[in-house]
């Protein structure tokens, strides 16, 4: 009975059984917890946020408080680690390791705020936060490149939209923490200790590697997350102006939450609806001609996987593959592209990091109050999320359409960067909230870029190692740039303010700058840094243009399954 009614298009109790198992273990919902899992990984981006706690609960100075910023971005960006462990171990094993890691780290970090452990060092607070922050590299390991692979001819789009949920995560937890914990930048601390631990592990086993399958419509379903995703960030947006006009009850605050979360899981609908799809293509008999196409598939991959199983990861280093093809991990790290590629990304994150984990101070330096702030970081946050869907489905449309390679449009956001840095230089009223949007949006346009980029000149094999150690380039510009040229000048700036008022360091609690002087110099010099970033990337532009004009996406349409050849 059960087997006439899916026949007829019904669902008994033992089909809707098997189609909820179907749901949970597919590939569209594993997007879906994907997603989650990102818009949980962005705690790092609310540093502007409660970074100012920290430096008045802990007596810190600006330099202190930058160098915690290094420390963060060390951590979020040196995933070398994380991508030698995904290598050799399972997925799940990836996630609750990460898990564990941004639970201990953050919640440290809790404990020494409100003082319910002594006073830590800051060098303790550095290994603190470098700890939960290194936790997004697992969460990276485990989803990102487990979609990607799953997903190669969409990598642009799936890149972009993974890593815009991580933009994206910075307002959804700053509208959690004020729906549960009130206007507290400390409790806020510990919801990002507790919260993305707990969805890791929720979906720590529906995210996996799986066969890969071509759909027709499958750059449609991406549209359809991304409308999705849209909606969500312009909600957020709205929200976070209204909450900066308006003074809003516990109650509005617990609604705004809902509506976010709600809004959050939208997309998976629109999973429900793919697998549904994938359900019926699985009780379609197949035609004998469709089996032996995807047996000389399956043998194609074999011996493909066999030949490169025979070149050792550390071998012929320098005898180096064509661009596209799977390189070893040193002869990628070693090649002339991820060195230009490198310094792109050092001088355009590296500025654009050392803007958002300044912005909390930047405000406070222009007078602005304390509510405005938070809504630069979550105007930053949000724009960082369009500009990462942007920079995904943007590229990848010219790419498919018009062969333009993709890191000319890492070229564009670097100059872009150079605009929001520049009206931080010289502000203007107003300016800063500009500035915000155009940081935030250049920002978030680089990282799916970088990750895109290395993934189709260096191949998939090794990804999971490639782009953890591409990104390591972003902590080290943050270390140069933020600790030792703004951090540096800031605290210069506020000590000569001291000296006009005849007072000492050991005589006031907070080194404090005030003025449109305090970050001229360092922001000048930042947007200078970042137009040379922009064209060592138009190096990389001349050098890969070749690559880009060809089919890059053959050999995995060659080596795909592909679904709906048989409709009727």
């Known amino acids: 009975m059960t087997s006439s009614k899916g026949g007829n298009g019904g669902m008994g109790g033992g089909d809707f059984l098997g189609f909820s198992v179907h749901v949970i273990t597919g590939r569209w919902f594993s997007v879906f917890a994907s997603f989650l899992i990102m818009a949980g990984a962005g705690a790092t981006y609310l540093y502007g946020t409660y970074s100012k706690e920290i430096k008045a609960s802990l007596g810190y100075d600006q330099e202190d408080i930058n160098l915690l910023g290094f420390a963060k971005d060390f951590g979020a960006n040196v995933g070398v680690l994380s991508g030698l462990i995904g290598e ?18 953050y919640f440290m970090i809790w404990l020494a705020v409100t003082g319910k452990i002594a006073k830590p060092k800051v060098w303790q607070m550095c290994l603190y936060i470098c700890l939960g922050a290194n936790s997004q590299n697992f969460a990276n390991t485990g989803a990102l490149v487990t979609c990607v692979k799953n997903f ?4 642009g789009v799936m890149l972009g939209l993974l890593k815009g949920f991580v933009g994206l995560s ?21 919801l990002i200790a507790w919260l993305p631990a707990a969805i890791s592990v929720v979906f720590v086993y529906t995210i996996r590697p799986m066969k890969v399958i071509r759909q027709p419509n499958e750059l449609n379903v991406f549209y359809h997350f991304l409308y999705m995703s849209v909606l969500l960030a312009l909600f957020l947006m709205t929200i976070s102006l209204l909450q900066r006009w308006f003074n809003f009850s516990h109650a509005a605050y617990a609604g705004s939450a809902t509506a976010a979360v709600l809004l959050l ?18 009780k379609r008999p197949i035609d004998p001609p469709i089996e032996v196409r995807v047996e000389k598939t399956q043998e194609i991959k074999q011996e493909k996987k066999e030949e490169k199983d025979d070149t050792a990861c550390f071998a012929n280093i320098c005898n180096k593959p064509p661009r596209g093809e799977d390189y070893t991990i040193l002869q990628a790290l070693l090649s002339l592209d ?8 050092l001088c355009g994150l590296g500025s654009s990091l050392t803007a958002v984990d300044n912005f909390g101070q930047i405000g406070e330096s222009l007078g602005y109050p304390t509510k405005t702030v938070k809504t630069f970081v979550s105007l930053v946050s949000i724009w960082n ?10 590229s990848e449309s ?43 949006f250049s920002f978030g346009a680089q990282l799916p870029l970088l990750f895109a980029i290395i993934s189709e000149l260096f191949g998939l094999k090794h990804f999971s ?27 210069q700036e506020a000590k000569k303010e001291l000296a006009k008022r005849g007072l000492t360091r050991s005589q006031v609690k907070e080194l404090t700058c005030l003025g449109k002087h305090c970050y001229w110099l360092s922001f000048t010099i930042l947007a200078a840094v970042t137009f040379f970033g922009a064209l060592s990337s138009l190096v990389l532009v001349y050098r890969t243009r070749d690559f880009y004009k060809s089919d890059i996406y053959k050999k995995y349409r060659e080596e795909a399954e592909t679904i709906g050849e048989n409709k009727s």
């Open 265 to 282: 899981f939208f997309p998976l609908g629109i999973a429900i609806r793919e697998e549904l799809v994938l359900w019926k293509q699985m």
């Open 398 to 440: 010219l790419l498919v359409r018009y062969k333009i390679p993709r890191p000319l449009v890492m070229t564009f956001s670097l100059l872009l960067s150079c605009v929001g840095l520049l009206l931080i230089a010289f502000p203007t009223p107003g300016s800063l909230y500009l500035a915000s949007i155009i940081i935030g």
């Open 152 to 155: 190669p001819e969409s990598r």
């Open 465 to 491: 190692t490639l782009f953890n150690c591409g990104q390591i380039a972003s902590p080290l510009g943050s270390y140069l740039l933020n600790v030792q040229l703004t951090g540096k000048l800031y605290d």
């Open 88 to 105: 050799v171990t399972p997925v799940w094993f990836v996630l609750l390791i990460g898990a564990a890691m941004n639970f201990v780290g």
């Open 385 to 394: 999320y369009f500009g990462r869907v942007f920079s995904g489905f943007f």
């Open 338 to 345: 991820m060195i230009i590629l490198f310094v792109a990304t």
């Open 170 to 190: 910075g307002a959804i937890l700053t509208q959690l923490y004020l729906a549960i914990y009130g206007n507290d930048a400390k409790s806020l601390i510990l």
